[in-house]
């Protein structure tokens, strides 16, 4: 491992109580239970802020992608598992060789070698609503946050983790502001509700690395695929609609497919949903 670039911090190597306990809170670690577990890592990489500067900027160099639809919208790397930049290479490999055996044996939960790893980063207004993280063979989310050491709750972005009920998230119960060189990670499960809170700061940006450490895939509850009734709009709603919204989308039948559609995939497109002709007249005139 280059010795200019930092390490995992060693106290942080010999943690052995995230299974054992409801509520610890020790110098530079805490574990949180309520709603969900999890485990945050302060001053995660050895003091040696050179190298902690130096993966910042070679993540700043990336091109990042615009994310952006009705549920989120922040820049993404592509998977850092390519990068070739020695920070990147480096902070990868300490991962791998000092952080996945550290969760295995601080979680119980049989990891494999697979690593989900790309950068985001948050601007004003950037956000991310709530999700729980479950897809095939994820069983550890993480984020390590590059934001600056003056980041402060007013800046937003920040780690909401929400208590459900029945499979619904219902309400937002904790909030952990991004801190500079600190180090999150939970198991994903059927509770693991969480969201980024907006981004209020337009001077400030939200850099973190983030992913997921894999594992064997868990059977979950399904999912309430209940679809509810709905009511035929009213005439005077038909007679407006129809003008601008393609007749398609006013049927009932097609509209509880629509919802089915969205709670299952959370986000859905509806091709040709204006008419195109009546809003061309419109704006003819």
């Known amino acids: 491992y280059p010795s200019k670039v930092a390490v995992i911090n060693k106290p942080f190597k010999s943690v052995k109580f995230y299974r054992s306990v409801l509520l610890v809170i020790e110098e530079k670690v805490e574990v ?73 044996e601080v979680t119980g939960i049989p990891l494999n070698d697979t690593i989900d790893l790309t950068c985001s980063k948050y601007d004003y207004t950037d956000t991310l609503l709530c999700h729980d993280d479950r897809l095939e063979g994820r069983r ?49 499960s059927p509770i693991s509700f969480h969201q980024v809170r907006e981004v209020t700061s337009a001077s400030k940006s939200r850099l973190s690395v983030n992913g997921w450490f894999h594992g064997p895939s868990i059977a979950y509850p399904e999912r309430d695929k209940t679809t509810p009734t709905f009511a035929p709009p009213i005439s005077n709603e038909v007679d407006f609609l129809g003008k601008w919204v393609n007749p398609l989308y006013l049927d009932v039948g097609v509209a509880s497919q629509v919802k089915e559609d969205f709670q299952e995939d959370s986000q859905i497109e509806l091709p040709n949903f204006l008419l195109v002709c009546h809003c061309t007249i419109n704006q003819r005139q």
């Open 32 to 104: 949180i239970s309520d709603p969900f577990r999890v485990c945050l890592l302060e001053d995660f990489l050895d003091d040696d802020d050179d190298a902690i500067e130096g993966l910042k900027e070679e993540l700043m160099k990336l091109k990042l992608h615009q994310k952006s639809n009705d549920l989120y919208q922040f820049k993404q790397s592509s998977d850092l598992n390519g990068m070739k930049q020695p920070m990147i290479s480096a902070f990868r490999d300490e991962l791998k060789e000092n952080c996945l055996p550290l969760i295995k």
């Open 140 to 188: 550890i989310a993480f984020i390590y946050y590059l934001t600056p050491p003056t980041w402060t709750l007013e800046d937003g972005g920040q780690l909401d983790l929400f208590i459900s009920k029945d499979g619904i998230p219902v309400e937002v119960t904790k909030s952990i502001v991004p801190k500079w060189n600190s180090f999150i990670f939970f198991e994903v």
